[in-house]
């Protein structure tokens, strides 16, 4: 999972005159008004396929056009605003359509593209509803909220993006992303809200409770002691055994009142009046229905953060001391202790509380039997051996080329692609993979694999671009190119280039057809020879088994194809509120089953300070876009499953590996369902074989 954002710059040259520096702002309670646009506007407010219309109660209404961007741009006035004296920004909104609408805020440094020098926002504003979308600004102060991708308070959500220079803030947007049909929004004010970091932070310490959760904050579910904890296992317990597996299944989850189909002893693949399926190994029609993380590894670091804690055990504990440990050399945020540091697992300690000294054997059967209950059919990505080798759960394991020789120029969120043309590529995946499938390939549970995940395609022809003459990948990309081209000048024909040799080839400033051509043909035969490469590891070591792809985000469409070309299914991780009917589909359409590998939502009514990359309100929307989500996977003839990213909530304080800290679990931090989204799984579970079955159908 990564940081998604989608905005591109709009090129406006505007100054807001009407606010100068100079010029005091009116104040409403912690509010900075910028503009009441129930007042006229300065002509320097800019509206890109939008138009202003009648000034009413609720606010200007704005027509958003059917479009990539709709919106309004503001700039700053004199260039740039100050905006460090502010926790946030946001906007009061109101929609009188009978239709929901997605709503984004934007606010930007100089540079700003839509993912690089600037804060996203989106929020979902239902019909006749009035809100005020709020968004805490991604903030530079490392002497602070380190090693958190949000932070208090809880009413408002943090921007998605790197921390912002508030000193300089050159504009911002409110816009609506790809409307496919005009809509109508009344804006009234766009505020500042919040006072001094610095004294709000102060007045916060500490901010998390001997349990892991939000000190300062009361909500439906929270922990209050630990005798709580007995009670609610023997309730959750009383409540699983209550509740019936659900009917018509067979041993994998498969579907028994569908058609009895050829059964090989392992999961498959099938095709069926146009809509794909997985196969069980009894020959039964299943859908992958699944949930990522299922395990107790939640650790956030406790290095240099004792203020921020009410209560943490010794690290000598003879209870606890099994919920520290020490991490080296993480992705990102954890630049105060150079990466590295004493971390501490809150939820494993509140698992200790709850079922003691044999918590991980009592809190794997639990797991077992949650997932049964709530009608799901697979354990996902990032389960630990310990979850997987007794479980009773059809399930998928996964595996990196992470000790491959890499594609030195690329750029990529992760890492680094790996350079598939490396003569010593083979050779140095092979290890791993072999290592994982040592474990499962006997096992007919085990659905398949993953390697790899969310690799960074979009990278490799820059970085083929860009590397020295001794990259294996450039030497390849410039053999194309020579057996396509007859000499140096009919590329610069084709490229509208003046390269004076193959070797002075670099990225052109112009970006020809032809050479998105013949970029988009190196992609294809790069990424085949990555998937080839590892599928024939793959079967060779699990010949049972299916390969599952890599995990695409983005979806680079020549590398897309070329997964399609070879593995058994193509996996996406999409973080959206739907999957997109059309997308793959039709003449779209790979020819491949498609599984979704990760989606999640979030909300901040349980005392979390992240949504995650999807935004709800509240947890019973969180529970509706769960059941919408899954139902429109189970639409599209193309997909075979999803998987829910992830079982347990993110620590409060961020994950240690990147800081993400967002309300995503199935699970809190004390081990408690959230009942909402519970209800929401088994209801859409439920039904999922008859709505796959009959979707499409007269």
Not at 3 to 21: C, D, N, Q, R
Not at 342 to 367: L, V
Not at 430 to 435: D, G, H, L, V
Not at 591 to 604: D, S, T, V, Y
Request: charge should be negative; glycine fraction near 8%; charged fraction near 20%.
């Amino acid at each position: 999972m990564q940081t998604k954002s989608f905005l591109p710059g709009l090129v406006v040259a505007i100054l807001f005159s009407h606010f100068a520096a100079s010029a005091p702002l009116d104040t409403v309670g912690n509010r900075t008004v910028l503009i009441d646009l129930l007042h006229p506007l300065p002509p320097s407010v800019q509206f890109h396929d939008s138009h202003a219309g009648k000034v009413t109660e609720s606010g200007l209404q704005i027509l958003f056009k059917p479009a990539d961007w709709p919106g309004i741009y503001v700039h700053a006035p004199e260039d740039t605003w100050d905006f460090s004296g502010h926790f946030g920004m946001g906007f009061t909104v109101h929609n009188p359509s009978a239709a929901p609408a997605v709503i984004c805020l934007r606010v930007d440094n100089d540079g700003a593209d839509g993912t690089n020098h600037c804060n996203n926002l989106e929020s979902e504003i239902a019909p006749g509803e009035t809100k005020d979308v709020c968004m805490a600004f991604s903030r530079n102060d490392k002497e602070f909220f380190w090693g958190m991708r949000g932070v208090p308070p809880v009413d408002a959500p943090l921007g998605k993006g790197a921390p912002l220079n508030l000193k300089e803030i050159t504009g911002f947007q409110i816009f609506l992303a790809h409307p496919a049909q005009d809509t109508t929004l009344a804006l009234k004010q766009v505020f500042l809200f919040g006072g001094s970091h610095a004294d709000y932070i102060n007045a916060h310490m500490p901010f998390v409770d001997a349990f892991g959760q939000y000190k300062h904050g009361d909500w439906p579910g929270k922990l209050k002691e630990e005798g709580d904890f007995a009670q609610r296992l023997e309730e959750e317990r009383t409540l699983l055994e209550a509740t019936p597996a659900l009917a018509e299944r067979d041993s994998f989850g498969g579907w028994l009142a569908g058609p009895q189909l050829a059964g090989t002893g392992w999961f498959r693949t099938e095709k069926i009046d146009g809509k794909w399926w997985l196969i069980t190994p009894e020959g039964r029609l299943f859908l992958s229905l699944g949930i990522n993380c299922v395990g107790f590894s939640e650790y956030t670091f406790a290095e240099q953060r004792d203020a921020w804690f009410e209560y943490l055990p010794d690290k000598n504990d003879p209870i606890f001391s099994q919920a520290f440990t020490v991490l080296h050399g993480v992705h990102s945020m954890a630049d105060v202790i150079g990466g590295s540091g004493s971390a501490f697992n809150f939820y494993a300690a509140n698992m200790i509380r709850k079922y003691g000294k044999d918590w991980k054997t009592f809190g794997r059967e639990m797991a077992y039997k949650r997932l049964r209950a709530w009608g799901f059919t697979t354990i996902g990505n990032w389960s630990p051996p310990f979850m997987l080798e007794t479980s009773p759960v059809p399930f998928t394991s996964s595996a990196t080329t992470g000790n491959a020789p890499r594609l030195q120029a690329a750029e990529g969120y992760w890492s680094k692609i790996c350079d598939a043309y490396h003569p010593e590529f083979r050779e140095s995946i092979e290890p791993e993979i072999s290592a994982m499938t040592a474990k499962y390939s006997g096992n007919p549970l085990c659905i398949g694999y993953f390697v790899d995940n969310e690799l960074s395609w979009e990278g490799v022809i820059g970085g083929v671009l860009a590397s020295n003459a001794e990259q294996p990948a450039r030497q390849a990309f410039l053999k194309q190119l020579q057996e396509h081209y007859k000499d140096i000048q009919s590329l610069n024909d084709a490229w509208e280039s003046d390269f004076s040799s193959w070797d002075a080839i670099e990225r052109p400033s112009k970006r020809t057809k032809a050479f998105k051509d013949d970029t988009d043909s190196f992609l294809y035969q790069f990424a085949l020879q990555y998937f080839t490469t590892v599928r024939d590891i793959l079967k060779e070591k699990a010949p049972n088994q299916l390969y599952l792809g890599c995990r695409f985000s983005p979806a680079t469409e020549p590398a897309v194809r070329a997964c399609a070309a070879v593995a058994d299914v193509v996996t996406f991780n999409i973080y959206r509120r739907q999957v997109t009917p059309d997308r793959w589909a039709g003449e779209h359409d790979l020819n491949k089953p498609l599984l979704i590998g990760e989606f999640h939502f979030g909300a901040l009514d349980r005392g979390l300070f992240h949504t995650g990359l999807v935004a709800t309100r509240d947890q019973d929307d969180r529970a509706t876009h769960y059941k919408n989500y899954v139902r429109s996977v189970l639409e599209h003839p193309g997909f075979v499953g999803c998987h829910w990213f992830q079982f347990i909530d993110e620590p409060l304080t961020g994950r240690s590996l990147d800081g993400e800290n967002y309300n995503i679990g199935f699970l809190t931090v004390t081990d408690t369902p959230y009942p909402e989204l519970v209800e929401a799984a088994k209801e859409i579970h439920g039904k999922a074989y008859e709505i796959r079955f009959n979707a499409g159908r007269e």
